[in-house]
């Protein structure tokens, strides 16, 4: 998760400067490896025929990934965790696109407020969170529903879609929102064939991280599961402290795939988009 | 050039009434002002910044609300209508393309709005291209084109839907000198083969002489004078006027007139009535071009208006000269424009400047 977060920043480095110094590349590879590390050790260990966690792995088998893939604990807590995620994150790209439109031309100490109050999940403890979602949700009745996990996640989502839009408005100018009222379009046509296009890059990078958040989130979850109703991250903190279950390898080096590929994929398109 | 398709047979009339917009602040930004504009007329809204000019313009365009006052339309009210609905062309000073899409479709993007079906809109994207010769660049984007071209397919969009009329603000400012004159040109050819309404702001005043068929001159969010390039430079009826228009001589004068005399300083003038202000504020105002010079105490014609001078400097400006004077006992700063047998001035050196009495104003200050 963090590598991959950390990854286009590097790459932004490397191509501004011309002449990188040589301890400035030594600092950049120990801190790259100190983020990569973990993940060099799973992805081998998800590949190791043992049955408890070994490193470095013995012999090689696909076994891990089969029981990843077959066992339904695992599979129903992949789909719980896709499903929340999605939906957190659809939710989520609306509250936060909108809230970074509208507070966009503001500079009033209300707008300023708002802001933080929205951004407020980014600097408060996970646990804190969890615990307050946790009462709250249990009069609303919403522990353990998939409702529950949907609105928390979003939640601590909204915060990184609020920067990443709000950033890609800097660069967009209010004017062609007058211009293209002046030529008969009403602000939802403005919206959807002016403002979206030219901040879509804002609104996806926002969504991913908001689905990435969701994906990885573990200490809310923990306190909204319930027996039918658990998610990946969930199952994999059981996987380890309740079952010992070598499985997690194999989890982990899935979902390390799947959110690297998804941060590349963006990456790429957005580089695309820019050269254009 | 052909006479094209998107020609507007009729034309539309637009009529302020004592329109105000306050935000708040001790002076409302547009103060009671009243404007009539006639159907097919080029009005410049001509002022400094801060003037109201712009925001009188928004608050037709309707981006603005109106804290009191009305808008018409053709008589229709369309005070409370959102700038969406009102049908209007409008030119900003960034143009304001949209960046995402090519040119044909910017210039398409009102007619899509319009539910304008597509073979026409093909059809009228072509010809309005061809109107401000940009036929060829359908497939670019603004940020491959120059500041001058973008303003042409900013202007090919605002007018491609025949609006009601086209607002334009200060569409030049951000061009240099010499494309600024092209696209002047290219703004009153448009003018006469479109025949919409033209509403233009600007805070350059050779600008709005060159362009407009009547000025409104604003200051501190009011009118102080509406009329054609002309009236407003030859017969100013305000001291801001004369001077923002133009350069001017100014003597303030410390008595209203009596009868057909003035008084500045320990000079008498004849001052024909009628000729302007008679209040107790006046000035008398003379164009540099109308300031003759003559040898100190020398013979100044009948029917002229004379006062003691000192030449302070000479300044060269290519196609004539100015002679900057210290006018009277005060030395109030005057101008005076020089002809060529004016040659032999030396700094410093007596004179008398002179003018016909016909060619001064009495302002009010």
Sequence with gaps: MTATLTAPKAAGKARKVDAVPWWLKLVTGVVALYFVLPTLFVIPMSFSRATTFQFPPKGFSLGLYENFFTNPVWLDALRNSVVVALLASLLATVIGTAAALGLHNLQGRLARFARTMLMISIVTPAIVIAVAVYISFLQWRLVGTLAGYVLAHAAIGVPFVLVAVTSALGGFDPKLLRASASLGAPPVRTFLRVTMPLISRGIVTGAVFAFVTSFDEVVIALFLRSPALQTLPVQMYNSVTVEIDPTIAASSSVVVTAVTTACLILQFVGSRRKSR | ?365
Excluded: C
Excluded at chain 2, 324 to 332: A, E, K, N, P, Y
């Design chain 2, 1 to 365: 050039m052909p006479v094209e398709a998107t020609t507007t047979t009729t034309s539309t009339g637009i009529r302020l009434e004592n329109v105000t917009k306050n935000y708040g602040l001790a002076t409302p930004a547009v103060d009671d002002v009243s404007l009539s504009i006639e159907p097919g007329e080029f009005m410049t809204l001509l002022g400094p910044s801060g003037s109201g000019k712009t925001t009188t313009l928004n608050l037709i365009a309707g981006f603005e609300t109106l804290t009191a006052g009305t808008i018409a339309f053709d008589g229709a009210d369309v005070s409370s209508l959102p700038p969406h609905k009102r049908n209007l062309g409008m030119l900003f000073q960034n143009y304001a393309l949209f960046p995402h899409m090519t040119v044909a479709q910017n210039v398409a993007y009102p007619l899509r709005e319009r539910k304008v079906p597509k073979p026409e809109i093909a059809r009228r994207v072509a010809e309005v291209l061809e109107l401000v010769q940009l036929t060829g660049r359908d497939g670019h984007h603004p940020n491959q084109l120059s500041g001058g071209q973008q303003q042409r397919v900013a202007l090919a969009r605002a007018i491609v839907f025949d609006p009601k009329a086209l607002l334009l603000d200060e569409p030049l400012g951000a061009l240099d000198r010499n494309l600024r004159g092209t696209l002047q040109a290219e703004i009153r050819r448009i003018h006469r083969e479109v025949g919409t309404t033209f509403v233009f702001v600007t805070h350059d005043q050779e600008e709005a002489m060159n362009l407009s068929d009547r000025i409104a001159l604003f200051n501190n969010g009011r009118i102080e004078q509406v009329g054609t390039p002309e009236d407003l430079y030859q017969r100013p009826e305000t001291l801001f006027a004369a001077r923002f228009l133009g350069d001017s001589n100014v003597f303030a004068l410390e008595q209203a007139p009596e009868g057909d005399k003035v008084r500045w300083e320990d000079n008498v003038w004849a001052a024909e009535p009628g000729t302007g202000s008679a209040g107790d504020d006046t000035a008398l105002v003379v164009r540099p071009e109308d300031v003759r010079l003559a040898p100190d105490n020398g013979e100044t014609p009948p029917g002229a208006n004379a006062v003691g001078a000192t030449v302070r400097d000479l300044e060269y400006l290519g196609s004539y000269r100015m002679a900057v004077l210290s006018l009277g006992r005060s030395g109030v700063t005057g101008k005076a424009r020089l002809d060529a047998s004016h040659s032999d001035l030396t700094l410093g050196q007596p004179v008398t400047a002179w003018w016909p009495v016909d060619r001064q104003r009495l302002v009010a200050i």
